[in-house]
């Protein structure tokens, strides 16, 4: 079939990452890892992951699913893999987390879980990403926004693949060569990660999630292809660069300069985008998510702008981890919650109302919300998060565990939006379930 | 043995046209008992539907890189009566209705198009104008029964999509 129709599990991939997203409060709350252990610890290594990859990549997986063949035009090769990946992704991470556990002695020393985790993790990642290549394969030439996907997905797998050798040196399986890369390499499983994967998809996705919300013309695909040049340049530099480092003994640090100069540019030009956007959208009025995704975007800035200051004091080293949470929780959080608001709403208003539209009267999109609730929510949201991030720059450990509390508060209320818009809560109009109409599923399409 | 007109929308395509009146000019000119040798850049699936409304069987394969050749060959049946009779246009009669959405909020283009659609008679059609592809739309037409082309104008801005209630 050609065009979108609503995937059957992408909402069950978001009940997950929330899940995790909640996991990931109550262990800031209860001090567990950093800022209270340090930003090496296990207990941090822990936190990380269920943030990385139980909450952000879900939620991303979950809406590539969906909208990669929204981008391309074409239905998803198996719609079916959908479900078997999100079981071995949660299998993968939870033996990844056990590994860890193991690895700071709170478990017995099971190391072997390590290996096992990230290998069911390379499993689920793989056959997803897979099943997006192969939908794109055959929706050649690609958008734009589809092209940066495939560069994320690269960066997913640079991650994946630096990320199991990690697990096989800390397991004692690995040779010389893999002990070199654990010394050395954490950096650019990070590096690939947080700045490839998730921030280079999330950019793409947002190109195309903000002209469609915003009546935007889309961006000139010259434009966003330098952008998307200069991502993919700062990546295969920090991979690249870095291996072949590691390879020849040398230090990292001639890397890291030149991928934090790419790294910058890579952002200011995604923010001239962005700004462009804004600028030329048709829809004067703007939506919660489009309002919200500017906070999350104003963090990406400042994440950027704190980094350079950081690196010209001398002390990024020192202060990476609220460099790092604030890149975390303000930019990709914050933007992931803000979508997940209008996608929310969309797919269930599309499921529930597409198949009698046109034949009875149905309540528009913006029935199925209540934006000035949820406001309060998201400004709840953003402002623990900024608080916390000052509190981790002035080493104040108790209050930042404060400040997460704030953050799960307000997750919390933003969820229970979420969940009244798909239960159709907050439908007012005796148009509610119109003859033919059903009431959808709460974790499944 | 048919002998085939040679119709390449590729460039057309390439450069943002819509090839819909090319082909049609070509099904026009052909003389009877020719047929329509298509290459495109992918596979075009509602042309099908059209092509056998005006007589021709269809047989694709893929060329590579992507693209597809289409053999569009005569009938030796005339098409099924539920289809109207194979003069030009004559499955896919002038719009009933005519649609601009372009200025619309998604997704009401969509809501608008389907509720139109909604009266149309057997075999008529609509035509409307929008400011993107409705990727959204597509589903819901088809799970109507639906036939519908789409494509976007010369001007590459304005998206031209004709919906055809089924017969």
């Not at chain 1, 994967?197 to 947002?206: E, I, K, N, R």
Request: with cysteine.
């Amino acid at each position: 079939m050609i065009g979108g129709s609503v995937s059957k599990w992408t909402m069950s991939y978001f009940a997950m990452g929330i899940a995790w997203l909640f996991a990931a409060e109550a262990l800031m709350i209860a001090g567990f890892g950093y800022p209270g252990a340090d930003v090496a610890a296990p207990e941090t290594l822990v936190l990380v992951h269920v943030v990385a990859i139980g909450w952000l990549s879900m939620c991303i997986c979950g809406a590539l699913l969906q909208f990669v063949p929204v981008l391309v035009g074409k239905a998803l090769v198996s719609e079916a893999g959908a479900l078997p990946v999100l079981g071995l992704l949660t299998a993968g991470l939870i033996a990844l987390l056990l590994g860890f556990l193991a690895l700071g002695g709170r478990l017995p020393p099971w190391l072997w879980l390590l290996p096992v985790g990230t290998t069911l993790l390379v499993a689920g990642f793989g056959l997803f990403a897979a099943n997006i290549v192969m939908t794109m394969w055959r929706a050649r030439p690609l958008a734009a926004a589809a092209r940066f996907v495939l560069v994320g997905l690269a960066a997913l797998g640079a991650t994946a693949a630096l990320g199991t050798s990690f697990a096989w040196a800390l397991a004692g399986y690995g040779g010389s060569g893999l002990n070199a890369v654990l010394d050395a390499g954490i950096p650019l499983h990070a590096i690939a990660g947080l700045g490839g994967w998730l921030t280079l998809t999330a950019m793409g996705v947002s190109y195309r999630l903000l002209a469609m919300f915003m009546m935007s013309p889309d961006v000139d695909i010259r434009r966003s292809r330098t952008t998307l040049l200069v991502g993919a340049a700062t990546l295969g530099l920090a991979v690249a660069g870095g291996l072949a480092a590691i390879a020849m003994r040398a230090g990292l640090d001639l890397v890291f300069v030149l991928t934090a100069v790419c790294g910058v540019a890579t952002a200011a030009l995604y923010g001239r985008d962005v700004v462009d956007l804004y600028r030329k959208r048709k829809r004067r009025t703007l939506e919660l998510n489009t309002s919200m995704a500017v906070y999350a975007l104003t963090s990406l800035a400042a994440s950027v702008v704190l980094g350079l200051a950081l690196a010209v004091r001398g002390s990024f080293a020192a202060d990476i981890g609220a460099f790092v949470f604030l890149l975390g929780f303000g930019w990709l959080s914050g933007l992931v919650l803000a979508k997940l608001y209008k996608i929310v709403a969309f797919l269930t208003w599309l499921e529930t109302y597409g198949p009698v539209m046109g034949r009875v009267p149905t309540p528009r999109v913006q029935d199925l919300v209540v934006e000035p609730r949820a406001t309060k929510w998201f400004a709840a949201y953003f402002a623990s998060v900024w608080l916390a991030t000052a509190l981790l720059f002035a080493g104040q450990a108790p209050a930042f565990r404060v400040a997460a509390f704030g953050m799960m508060v307000a997750t919390a209320g933003i969820v229970q939006e979420l969940l009244r818009t798909r239960m159709l809560a907050d439908v007012t109009t005796n148009a509610r379930l119109p003859q033919g109409a059903k009431l959808p599923r709460l974790l499944h399409s | 043995m048919t002998e085939y007109l040679d119709v390449d929308v590729r460039p057309i395509l390439r450069a943002g046209g819509e090839p819909f009146s090319v082909i049609m000019a070509a099904v026009d000119s052909i003389a009877p008992g020719q047929g329509i040798r298509l290459l495109a850049p992918f596979k075009p699936v509602p042309l099908f539907g059209v092509m056998a409304g005006k007589g021709f069987a269809h047989s694709e394969t893929e060329i590579g890189g992507g693209e597809w050749q289409v053999l569009f060959t005569p009938m030796e049946t005339p098409p099924p009566a539920a289809v109207p009779a194979t003069s030009a246009g004559g499955a896919w009669p002038e719009p009933k209705i005519r649609l601009d959405n372009r200025e619309l909020d998604p997704p009401e283009p969509m809501v608008r198009i389907l509720a139109a659609a909604e009266t149309l008679g057997p075999g008529e059609t609509l035509s409307a104008l929008l400011a993107r592809e409705p990727v959204f739309l597509f589903p819901q037409l088809e799970r109507r029964g639906f036939n519908w082309l789409g494509g976007f104008l010369p001007d590459g801005v304005t998206y031209e999509l004709t919906v055809r209630a089924p017969s």
